[in-house]
């Protein structure tokens, strides 16, 4: 029987210490030889996402960090097939108005014949949907130069809206007082510092839409060209004509508004000339006495 526990007992242990061997060779080899991940298809980069080949991204992204306050802007140039400047031009900006943007100003040039091949657009977009804007671009466009730049605005919005707040606080405590006041005094003088914490919250106010508006949307500047074409080269004005020119307009205006001050005072004049005429020959008009006849 002891013989027979023994066995047991020596199996037993035997068996305990295989377990335990196995478990320390499956740590060491984790330790010791790290997983490899898993490999993507062929030209894939991390994550299994397409490389690019070009080294240029396929789209443009444009990230924004978190609790910020950024105004965005983007300078972009292209160019455009031949004979299509005044089409693409006006499909930019119908783009950027269905996101909800609007035009700030635009300026076009044209060639040598007086076609319009050459132009700019200033356009305000929806600061989230900027990228959405220049990935949008038709694939007939070309860019040549896509420059982004940004202002973080986060600390004027912190001062701001601190001033905002203070001034709020302030026109509410005044008008608390403004409805217990009693005397005439008092109610004219809190009247006056309640006009001023106003004018003070409306300044305030202002400027708050200001910057919330410069972060809601981006300014982006598009210039396009027609490809091939060549733009009319504007001649610089001559200074000496350009003189002689502003020489010659100052002198049609003096002399024009001369005469329009003369012919304006003309019936003035007219009548005055009338009465002093009629004074001087009321004053100066002899008497004429009859003579009497000398005794015959």
């Keep these: 029987m002891n ?33 490899l991940p898993a490999s993507g298809p062929a030209g894939s980069g991390a994550g299994g996402a397409p490389a690019s080949t070009t080294g240029m991204a396929n789209s443009i992204i444009v990230g924004t960090p978190p609790t910020a306050q950024i105004e965005r802007s983007v300078n972009a140039t292209y160019t455009v097939p031949g004979g299509s400047f005044l089409s693409s031009f006006e499909g930019v900006i119908a783009r950027a108005v269905g996101m909800g943007g609007y035009v700030v100003s635009s300026a076009t040039q044209p060639d040598s014949g007086g076609r319009i091949v050459s132009g700019a657009v200033t356009l305000k977009v929806p600061s989230a949907k900027i990228a959405d804007f220049l990935n949008g671009m038709p694939s007939t466009f070309v860019a040549s130069a896509i420059n982004f730049s940004a202002v973080d605005h986060t600390a004027q919005f912190v001062d701001v809206n601190a001033r905002l707040g203070s001034a709020h606080a302030h026109l509410a405590a005044l008008d608390s007082l403004l409805a217990k006041a009693t005397s005439l005094t008092d109610i004219t003088n809190l009247e006056q510092q309640i006009a001023t914490v106003q004018t003070e919250v409306d300044t305030g106010q202002g400027q708050l839409n200001v910057l919330t508006a410069s972060v809601d949307l981006a300014t982006a500047t598009v210039q396009m060209s027609e490809r091939g074409a060549t733009v009319a080269v504007v001649p610089a004005p001559n200074p000496v004509s350009g003189g002689i020119g502003g020489g010659w307009d100052n002198a049609v205006h003096v002399t024009g508004a ?32 009859r003579r009497p006849r000398a005794a015959e």
């Design 3 to 35: 013989v027979r526990r023994i066995g047991i007992t020596l199996v037993a242990t035997a068996a305990l210490a295989g377990c335990a061997s196995a478990s320390n060779a499956g740590e060491s080899a984790a330790v010791g030889h790290p997983a």
């Design 258 to 289: 001369v005469l329009e001050g003369l012919v304006s005072a003309l019936p003035v004049l007219v009548l005055l000339g009338a009465g002093l005429l009629l004074w001087r020959r009321l004053s100066g008009a002899p008497v004429w006495r």
